[in-house]
C-alpha cells in the first residue's frame, strides 16, 4: 500500500511570512500532484511534477520533486491571505493515475491571517 | 466549459438505507473517479471508470459500487449505510490519466 505522508498537519503564520509544506513516501510515484481545497469545494489542481528533481513555479508557489520520485515539498512566499486552505499531495502510481487511483496526503491546513 | 456536476450536493439518510450519488463530467472527459473524504482519512480512492469499465477498486467493502453510462455519466451507489459512511463524495473527471477536475462533492450524513 502506498502511503503518503503530509507534513505539517496544520500551520498557521502572518500574513507575509513564507513556509513550506512536505509531502513524503516510501514508495516512488511516477508523478506528483498539488491540490488546494477551500471548505465545501472539491480539490483544484494547482500543478504536476513528473521529472525527479523537477521544480515548478505558480507565481509565489514552489513545487520540487525529489530526485527519488518520492516526496515533493511546496515553497509559499510571502504568503497571502487568499493562500488559506487545505493543501493535498498525491501521488500517481506507475499504472496510471486512473487506472490505480490517486494516492492522496491527509494535508496542510493553513491559516495565513491578516 | 461546463465544469464537474456532482448532484445531489447534499444528502440525509438513515443507517440501512440505500443512495445514490450522481456525477456528469466535463465534455469529452472519459475517465470518471470516485473519492471519500473524511476528516479522520482523508481522500481516499474508491474506484475509476474509463468507457463504461471499472478499471479499478479501492480498498472499499462491497456496499460501495458504481457504473459509467455511455455518456460518460457516472453513478455511485453505497447500500445498507453506516453511520462510517458519513462523508464528502468527490469525482473527478479526466481526458486521460492525468490531470484531474474535481466536482464540489456531495455532502452525505447518515443518521
Known amino acids: 500500500t502506498q502511503l503518503l505522508e503530509q507534513s505539517p498537519q496544520f500551520l498557521s503564520i502572518q500574513e507575509g511570512e513564507n513556509l513550506t509544506v512536505y509531502c513524503n513516501s516510501s514508495s516512488v510515484f511516477s508523478s506528483l500532484q498539488w491540490y488546494r481545497q477551500e471548505p465545501g469545494e472539491g480539490p483544484v489542481l494547482l500543478v504536476t511534477v513528473v521529472t525527479g528533481g523537477e521544480v515548478k513555479k505558480l507565481k509565489r508557489l514552489t513545487f520540487q520533486f525529489g530526485d527519488a520520485r518520492k516526496d515533493s515539498s511546496l515553497h509559499i512566499t510571502a504568503a497571502q491571505p487568499g493562500d488559506t486552505g487545505l493543501y493535498l499531495c498525491a501521488g500517481v502510481g506507475y499504472s496510471g493515475g486512473g487506472a490505480d487511483g490517486l494516492t492522496f496526503g491527509k494535508g496542510t491546513h493553513l491559516i495565513i491571517q491578516p | 466549459k461546463a465544469g464537474v456536476t456532482q448532484t445531489p450536493r447534499y444528502l440525509i439518510k438513515t443507517r440501512g438505507q440505500q443512495v445514490t450519488l450522481s456525477c456528469s463530467p466535463i465534455?469529452?472527459?472519459?475517465?470518471v473517479s470516485w473519492y471519500q473524504q473524511t476528516p479522520g482519512q482523508g481522500l481516499q480512492f474508491l474506484f475509476e471508470?474509463?468507457?463504461?469499465?471499472?478499471?479499478n477498486k479501492g480498498n472499499f467493502p462491497g456496499r460501495f459500487s458504481g457504473r459509467q453510462f455511455s455518456n460518460s455519466r457516472s453513478e455511485m451507489n453505497v447500500s445498507t449505510l453506516e453511520l462510517g459512511d458519513s462523508a464528502l463524495y468527490l469525482c473527478a473527471s479526466s481526458p486521460t490519466d492525468y490531470g484531474y477536475t474535481f466536482g464540489s462533492g456531495t455532502r452525505l450524513t447518515v443518521v
Open positions: 471508470y474509463f468507457s463504461e469499465t471499472q478499471r
Open positions: 465534455s469529452g472527459h472519459r475517465s
